[in-house]
């Protein structure tokens, strides 16, 4: 069963950063467009930054500038630098392939506070 795990998240004040890594099987960060997603409290989850096989980024307009997504081959993780962070920003963060997602990770909560 391939799994992804999401780490890095935590507490952190308004203006500032966290970067947060999904672990997954080097075939799937490889071969797939990856992407971040993130599900605040009451809302749907949304696709918040995107990674394609040659390495295209994309991003929702809310967090352009603010956040980088990027992978690690060897390493088979997926990063997204998240810079600037506001309170709307807090919600439990996922990866998953862009396209057929595979079954989801827990996450990992980000709480933007002061």
């Known amino acids: 069963q391939v799994q992804l795990v999401e780490s890095g998240g935590g507490l952190v004040q308004p203006g500032g950063s966290l970067r947060l890594s999904c672990a997954a099987s080097?075939?799937?960060?490889?071969?797939?467009?990856m992407g971040w997603y993130r599900q605040a409290p009451g809302k749907e989850r949304e696709l918040v930054a995107s990674?394609?096989?040659?390495?295209?980024?994309n991003y929702v307009d809310s967090v352009k500038g603010r956040f980088t997504i990027s992978r690690d081959i060897p390493k088979s993780t997926v990063y997204l630098q998240m810079n600037s962070l506001k309170p709307e920003d807090t919600a439990v963060y996922y990866c998953?392939?862009?396209?057929?997602?595979?079954?989801w990770g827990q996450g990992t909560q980000v709480t933007v506070s002061s």
């Open positions: 080097r075939m799937i960060v490889s071969f797939n467009d």
């Open positions: 990674i394609t096989t040659s390495d295209r980024t």
């Open positions: 998953n392939r862009l396209w057929s997602q595979l079954t």
